[in-house]
């Protein structure tokens, strides 16, 4: 297996995608964030309100920002105009919260990453509002958990 990101003489290099063919892409990926009973006895209606304002619908704010500027973030990563950009965030039975970012694009490249993105920073931005109740809570999972479009195809077993 050769790595995608170097060329010939094993340097960093942006993979060239000028010869793929177009294709419609999606992707989802999941991250799980622990806040711990304390935070968690917090919520009301789906939502935990802090000083800073409703958490959850921050980090939504957050993913999908985050997302859209990941060929921004990521270096070597293509720049994409997203076509659409879900954050969802539920809280699970043994509550932990779980955000879930689809991303889609109609392109030669990618889309993984702008999901992983999207899930990686809403966690993040849940951590960073909660962080003056505890300094307990785990972001203990961030993956990708289905993509479609490109070369082949992904589903993970969960």
């Known amino acids: 297996m ?12 942006m993979v060239d995608v000028s010869e793929k063919a177009v294709t419609k892409r999606v992707a989802k990926a999941r991250s799980i964030v622990v806040l711990g009973d304390e935070i968690m006895d917090l919520l009301q209606n789906d939502e ?3 000083k800073k304002g409703p958490v ?9 920002m985050a997302a859209k500027r990941t060929g921004e973030l990521i ?3 293509h720049p994409l105009g997203l076509e659409n950009c879900q954050v ?13 970012c689809t991303a889609s694009v ?5 889309i993984e990453m702008e999901a992983l993105t999207g899930a990686s ?12 109740m505890s300094q307990h809570i785990i972001i203990k999972e ?9 070369k082949k195809d992904f589903l993970a077993e969960l």
Do not use: W
């Not at 965030?89 to 779980?98: H, L, M, P, S």
């Not at 920073?121 to 960073?128: K, S």
């Not at 961030?142 to 490109?150: D, E, H, I, P, W």
């Open 2 to 13: 050769s790595l995608t990101h170097l060329n010939s003489e094993g340097n960093p290099s």
């Open 56 to 64: 959850f619908q921050t980090a939504v704010i957050a993913g999908v």
């Open 48 to 50: 935990i309100h802090t």
């Open 75 to 77: 270096p070597l990563c």
């Open 121 to 132: 920073v809403a966690a993040l931005t849940i951590y960073d509002m909660c962080k003056a």
């Open 106 to 110: 109609t392109g030669k490249t990618g």
């Open 142 to 150: 961030t993956r990708l958990v289905a993509k479609t479009g490109g």
């Open 88 to 100: 969802e965030i539920t809280v699970n039975e043994a509550r932990e919260v779980v955000i879930v």
